[in-house]
């Protein structure tokens, strides 16, 4: 299957993602940190600064409270955050809440599973797609309590026991706000032949840059023989 990134024992390549138009947040502090890139490239440290300390872990609530008196910092973090500043609660830990994962394809439109997934479901074979047909898989998610840094996400699948794909890729930095972000993964195209046609098992994970696990998804999907 092609992919953003595959990974396999031979080696590893990577092209461009394709995101929907909700972009993730880490796009409005290019400017931020471009600035911050010059500083650190001029200290001639590779990336770290000498004597650093990284700052204490702060709430979001706490981020906006300590620039109040500032308006345009203000005026900015309330564009960045909408209307959702009524709803935090001080908590400092992000959630990646999952409300749905859906198979987009030429061949049936759209499919999509509301998550959690059922245990009862979980072997169930959620979508089948032809052999040789291009796909994508879809997701919508909720940003709650803090900014989540670095989400990324792996995508393993199995067939008859044995490894046969993986997948990694970045799907950015992501604040809290009302709406649900959706996200849609790079395109790709099922193999063909004889060898191909049969049920996968795949295994999908989101983490994001502290290591959290958001969500672990098990699930299964058939190739169907081209008509």
């Known amino acids: 299957m092609e992919s953003s990134e595959k990974v396999t024992e031979a080696g590893s390549s990577s092209q461009e993602m394709k995101t929907t138009d909700q972009k993730p947040v880490s796009e409005g502090f290019d400017q931020e940190e471009e600035e911050v890139d010059n500083d650190v490239n001029k ?10 300390v990284p700052g204490p872990l702060l709430s979001l609530k706490e981020q906006i409270d300590k620039d109040k008196d500032d308006d345009s910092l203000r005026r900015w973090k309330e564009k960045l955050l909408g209307c959702v500043e009524g709803d935090l609660n001080g908590q400092m830990e992000p959630e990646v809440k999952f409300h749905s994962i859906g198979i987009v ?25 032809r052999e040789g047909s291009q796909y994508q898989l879809k997701l919508t998610f909720s940003v709650l309590h803090n900014i989540v840094s670095g989400l990324t996400y792996s995508n393993t699948v199995w067939k008859a026991g044995l490894k046969v794909d993986q997948m990694k890729g970045m799907l950015g930095t992501y604040a ?20 191909a046609r049969g049920i996968y098992s795949a295994k999908l994970k989101f983490e994001d840059d502290d290591k959290r696990c958001h969500m672990e998804l098990e699930y299964s ?3 169907k023989k081209s008509n």
Do not use: C, K, M
Not at 178 to 191: A, N, Q, W
């Open 43 to 52: 200290g001639g440290g590779g990336g770290v600064v000498a004597g650093f």
């Open 105 to 129: 394809s030429d061949d049936f439109g759209e499919i999509s599973t509301p998550l959690p997934v059922d245990e009862n479901q979980s072997a169930r074979v959620l979508f089948t797609l």
């Open 176 to 195: 809290p706000q009302r709406e649900p972000y959706v996200y849609s993964l790079e395109e790709e195209t099922t193999p063909s032949g004889v060898l």
């Open 221 to 223: 999907f058939e190739i």
